[in-house]
């Protein structure tokens, strides 16, 4: 299993190659950037990133079909594979961020998600690409100089079944936010599995990411530091397949009490639902605890199906997030790459 990183432009740049150097330095695989508005600009970082390491993929965590065009967004990913020498990765999701203040139509997510991926695999090959889809529209555009792989790895994000599915059915990888329960991970294999093998498709092309919010401490200011942001989860609009069946979902009459909310207010409308938020919850939505229960929890995840885990370093206070970078990679990672090693 891999253990990769996902950044947000809320630092300054400089910071965040810090932080990606610091990952490459410690078992990460990957760095992401977050591409939310209105931070710093995605493609900016990872260009600085780019060329500040030398091993690590570096990839966005995730943009979406609106708010650039995908012929764009090919572009964008041609250009930061020449950056780095050919480790670029693409994560597109739905989206969200940004859309209330740009007054971006949110529709067809699922349609638009795969017509964006079609038309930027074939700008990647070279193609003069003429494209009229239900949402995504192109007339003979094609790349002005030669992309460096025309095979960039896609990985999808989506908590949704309709998402899921055009995953499994056309993406390199699948990334799932919040999916830490062992249940979660057996439902969603079992998703995917049925309508890759529908679509003709070897289920084990399909990588399985868990995109998790993540604290490594030695005491429960580990899981207090995730709490707000499972808050958030469970009272916002993030779908996951049990958490009815495990018991985890709140009570309606409190859920009512959270008002509608744009995107960017954050975990602050939902920090009324702490009080019902248990570690238990917290243990299925996010990775956090000290290190012998982060090794056990990712082993687990791992044992279920999980090929990468995408962490999102979360900590008491904004100077702790390096130290949960290095913590996962220099202490909980070396452990779990030992586990693999007595596997038979």
Request: aromatic share 4%; glycine share 6%; charged share 20%.
């Amino acid at each position: 299993m891999d253990l990769e990183l996902q950044l947000l432009g809320d630092v300054p740049v400089a910071r965040l190659i810090d932080r990606a150097r610091l990952a490459e330095a410690n078992n990460y695989s990957a760095v992401w950037v977050s591409d939310e508005r209105f931070y710093r600009d995605v493609y900016m970082c990872l260009a600085q990133i780019a060329t500040h390491t030398g091993r690590v993929r570096v990839g966005t965590s995730v943009t979406d079909p609106y708010i650039r065009h995908p012929a764009l967004t090919a572009v964008a990913m041609a250009t930061l594979d020449e950056i780095s020498g050919g480790r670029a990765v693409l994560g597109i999701g739905a989206g969200i961020s940004g859309f209330a203040e740009l007054h971006i139509d949110r529709r067809q997510p699922a349609r638009a998600m795969r017509e964006a991926i079609a038309v930027i695999r074939s700008i990647l090959n070279g193609e003069a690409v003429d494209f009229h889809g239900d949402v995504i529209a192109l007339n003979h555009a094609r790349l002005s100089f030669p992309a460096l792989r025309a095979q960039i790895p896609v990985y999808v994000a989506s908590n949704g079944v309709m998402g899921q599915r055009m995953a499994a059915e056309v993406a390199d990888g699948l990334i799932v936010n919040a999916c830490a329960s062992i249940a979660e991970v057996h439902a969603l294999h079992a998703a995917v599995n049925e309508a890759a093998g529908r679509a003709g498709r070897d289920p084990r092309a399909v990588k399985i990411v868990a995109r998790l919010n993540t604290c490594v401490a030695d005491d429960r200011a580990a899981r207090d530091a995730v709490r707000p942001s499972v808050a958030r989860y469970l009272g916002g609009p993030v779908h996951l397949r049990t958490l009815a069946s495990q018991g985890l979902a709140l009570p309606a009459e409190a859920l009512a009490r959270i008002p509608s909310v744009r995107y960017s207010a954050g975990t602050a409308p939902y920090l009324p639902l702490l009080p019902l938020v248990t570690d238990q919850h917290v243990d299925a939505l996010t990775l956090a605890g000290t290190v012998d229960e982060v090794v056990a929890h990712a082993i687990s995840l791992r044992d279920a199906g999980v090929d990468a885990i995408i962490a999102r370093p979360t900590a008491p206070n904004a100077d702790m997030h390096d130290e949960t970078i290095y913590r996962l990679g220099a202490e909980v990672w070396p452990r779990l790459q030992s586990s693999e090693s007595s596997l038979p």
